[in-house]
């Protein structure tokens, strides 16, 4: 079994809870490598890395994240202060991993395993690009990446890649031609290039494998309003996805603000992360202090995340229809504005 992560020295301790649970819950699989393209890491921080995977008998192999923009030619659109440029190493996969590896298992940094993901490792993706996990943005997500609103949109947190059809068809160079054709702007961008490039070749994954905090927002019935998705899970499958995910990925959302290595976190799968916390070196570090929106110490974040949250205890109706009316029509506008501001920026310069 090969796996992917990316990562960064500000997420290192981060990157340490989800290896670990990893490790843990798959202790029955006998080949398990971890590939690690470092964004910066610290040398301290690797070799206490290298240490946590020589207790688990593992290897974790770290390779040197790309210079991104220079092998673009251009500047990309990255969110302020979130680091996102880093997760954007997966879409050279390809190129980065040793030739003979023809297919991973892609995970951001901020998962945790609770269940063995050999099952999921054996999924045949025949044709398949990469098969991913089915997410809640509507058809005004998929039109904004200049794709068919008919269709699904997806989660790229957890990706199980068909690396050598990705080699045989030259889809890192189709990456890096999208991002030039949309002029670096792509929203959430690796995540979108995903969406664009491998539109109608991914397969998607049951719910159970990339359960976002998103997820946990909203009753099934609710969250099919406010997202306005077109396709989604069966509300049995979403519900027992809930209570028996195998892996939960712990992304921001309006209830839940807060990730759980923040002070004030409300996820209902904190324990377990600061169970596997304990696990790492950094199990003495103090939690982080941040404003929720982002890990960014905006007050118009702050004030944004506590009316929705107020909303959804006061007035849960309204909350609905306040989401439904923020997800559908205004953020997508201001996506569009961001896009027009930053391609304009750009050509200038």
Known sequence: ?????????????????????????????????????????????????????????????????????????MQIAIPAKSNRIATCGRLFIASLLPSDIDKV????????????????????????????????????????????????????????INLALWRKNDIENKFMKYLEDQGGYVPWPDQGVFNAVLDGKILCLPCKYNVHSFLFAYSYEDLIKATDVQWFYSKKEFENSLKNPSIVHFTTTFTIPKRPWFEGCNHPYKYEFLKYRDKTPWRNDPLWRNPPYRDESSFWHWLFYSFFDCLSEKAPRLYVLMSRLYFVRVRPLVLAAKKKKFVKKNTKE
């Open 105 to 160: 298992l892609y995970f951001d940094c901020d998962t945790m395993f609770l269940r063995s993901i050999e099952e999921l490792w054996e999924i045949d993706l025949g044709g398949y690009y990469a098969g991913m996990i089915a997410d809640v943005l509507g058809s005004e997500y998929r039109t904004m990446l200049g794709i068919s609103k008919d269709g699904i949109y997806y989660n790229s947190g957890v990706a199980l």
């Open 1 to 73: 079994m090969i796996v992917v992560y990316n990562c960064d020295e500000r997420y290192a301790s981060i990157f340490a809870v989800s290896v670990i649970s990893l490790f843990e819950c798959n202790k029955d699989v006998g080949d398990l490598t971890v590939y690690l393209i470092d964004n910066g890491i610290l040398e301290k921080s690797l070799v206490v890395i290298q240490e946590i995977a020589s207790k688990y008998q593992r290897k974790i192999i770290s390779i040197p994240m790309p210079d991104i923009e220079s092998l673009i030619g």
